[in-house]
Nanobody, 124 residues
Framework: QVQLVESGGGLVQAGGSLRLSCAASGRTFSNYCMGWFRQAPGKEREFVAAINWSGGRIYYADSVKGRCTISRNNARNTVYLQMDSLKPEDTAVYYC?????????????????WGQGTQVTVSS
């Protein structure tokens, strides 16, 4: 069964850090762009960060630029999101997703496989 499984979420104080992981199983994802999205209560799911198939190109939403780092280990079929200087407005369920394409795309329809999500809560 092809699936993405996120881990690493939790409760952290403002200014703290978390490292999210996304493990892919069932097939290799090394030929695809991978992305992180988030969805806060009552809000639409939004783009956070994406990394192309090789890791050579990366793109961040303005809201997290300078505070988050996306990376991937294709040998381990895993994608990471390091989040620093967390703010209460970062509170959301974070989703890992696989794109249909090799290169960066920030739009939801470009992604055809999603994880179940991991909760990140930042207290003030």
């Amino acid at each position: 069964q092809v699936q993405l499984v996120e881990s690493g979420g939790g409760l952290v104080q403002a200014g703290g850090s978390l490292r999210l992981s996304c493990a892919a199983s069932g097939r290799t994802f090394s030929n695809y762009c991978m992305g992180w999205f988030r969805q806060a209560p009552g809000k639409e799911r939004e783009f956070v960060a994406a990394i192309n198939w090789s890791g050579g190109r990366i793109y961040y939403a303005d809201s997290v630029k300078g505070r988050c780092t996306i990376s991937r280990n294709n040998a381990r079929n895993t994608v990471y999101l390091q989040m620093d200087s967390l703010k209460p407005e970062d509170t959301a369920v974070y989703y890992c997703a696989k794109s249909r394409y090799m290169e960066i795309d920030v739009t939801l329809p470009a992604y055809d496989l999603w994880g179940q999500g991991t909760q990140v809560t930042v207290s003030s």
